[in-house]
């Protein structure tokens, strides 16, 4: 069974930083681009970054740009986002979801989301 | 970046009833469309990509059409386990974007 497991979320000063994982099982992770969707309390959805299978290719929203990164380690088939410089617009349930397509170099739908991690930025 | 909007925000229907959300991108997009559904407090699920497809394991009731700018999704029958909200998403170019979404309950 394809699973996505997020963690790592919890609560943040303005300012700090939090690094969340998304562990993957079911299939050929390094095949897949992956992605973080974020949702901020009772808001729509909002993409934040997507990576390739290889992690040679990175994408930001604006929103983020300079701020967090992502990467992935396909030996442990983990997803990671490293967020700096929070703000309290950051707080959000953070998803990883996965790209449906194998290999796909340009953006493609995604097929499967984990379960979400909270991240809340708050003194 | 490509501006998704959906009509309507929100609607209120019947079990049975057919159901049908409209998603309009600010430019085209070909058929680099998909639908999802969120239940309160759940992560979203997958229904339908390419603008027509329906992701493994989706019933046949959900149905999407469209390309370019304008796309639908239908739910023939609309039953109990339907009501949730509804986001169309477009993934022809970075940054992705989505609709705001459409909220289908109970009348």
């Known amino acids: 069974e394809v699973q996505l497991l997020e963690s790592g979320g919890g609560l943040v000063q303005p300012g700090g930083s939090l690094r969340l994982s998304c562990a993957a099982s079911?299939?050929?992770?390094?095949?897949?681009?992956m992605s973080w969707v974020r949702q901020a309390p009772g808001k729509g959805l909002e993409w934040v970054s997507a990576?390739?299978?290889?992690?040679?290719?990175?994408y930001y929203a604006d929103s983020v740009k300079g701020r967090f990164t992502i990467s992935r380690d396909n030996s442990k088939n983990t997803l990671y986002l490293q967020m700096n410089s929070l703000r309290a617009e950051d707080t959000a349930v953070y998803y990883c979801a996965k790209f449906g397509v194998v290999g796909a170099q340009a953006p493609d739908a995604f097929d499967i989301w984990g379960q979400g991690t909270m991240v809340t930025v708050s003194s | 970046d490509i501006q998704m909007t959906q009509s309507p925000s929100s609607l209120s229907a019947s079990v049975g009833d057919r159901v049908t959300i409209t998603c309009r991108a600010s430019?085209?997009?070909?058929?680099?469309l998909a639908w999802f559904q969120q239940k309160p407090g759940k992560a979203p699920k997958s229904l339908i990509y390419?603008?027509?497809s329906l992701q493994s394991g989706v019933p046949s009731k959900f149905s999407g059409s469209g390309s370019g700018t304008d796309f639908t999704l239908t739910i023939s029958s609309l039953q109990p386990e339907d009501f949730a909200t509804y986001y169309c998403q477009q993934y022809n170019s970075y940054p992705l974007t989505f609709g705001p979404g459409t909220k289908v309950d109970i009348k």
């Open positions: 390419a603008a027509s």
């Open positions: 990576i390739s299978g290889s992690g040679g290719s990175t």
């Open positions: 079911g299939f050929t992770f390094s095949s897949y681009a």
């Open positions: 430019q085209g997009i070909s058929n680099y």
